[in-house]
């Protein structure tokens, strides 16, 4: 069993940065790899970025490759989210998400969800 919650969420403008962070608790988060998801109004729920359980490895959707650099620190239970270079398209609710099948894009491999935090670009 893995409880998530993120924070860092916010208004910011375009072109701004943003630091999401997602603790963890249970004792398998170590060993789960992890991932960031994102879901605008009126649209399905997107893979943004994945790390493995080691660090070791990651994934990024296109979108997002080259602004948004996905980190985990495993002494602090915690994964982040270091978004740069925003803009208005990157408006959504980000979810993190654990999953014990390596890294992967597919949220239907992800058994574990937090609750979200609103990230809002203005242009």
């Known amino acids: 069993q893995v409880l998530l919650v993120e924070s860092g969420g916010g208004l910011v403008q375009a072109g701004g940065s943003l630091r999401l962070s997602c603790a963890a608790s249970g004792r398998t988060f170590s060993r789960s790899a992890m991932g960031w998801f994102r879901q605008a109004p009126g649209k399905e729920r997107e893979f943004v970025a994945a790390i493995s359980w080691s660090g070791g490895s990651t994934y990024y959707a296109d979108s997002v490759k080259g602004r948004f650099t996905i980190s985990r620190d495993n002494a602090k239970n915690t994964v982040y989210l270091q978004m740069n270079s925003l803009k208005p398209e990157d408006t959504a609710v980000y979810y993190c998400?654990?999953?014990?099948?390596?890294?992967?894009?597919?949220?239907?491999?992800?058994?574990?969800w937090g609750q979200g935090t609103q990230v809002t670009v203005s242009s």
């Open positions: 998400a654990a999953t014990n099948f390596g890294v992967t894009s597919s949220p239907s491999s992800y058994a574990y």
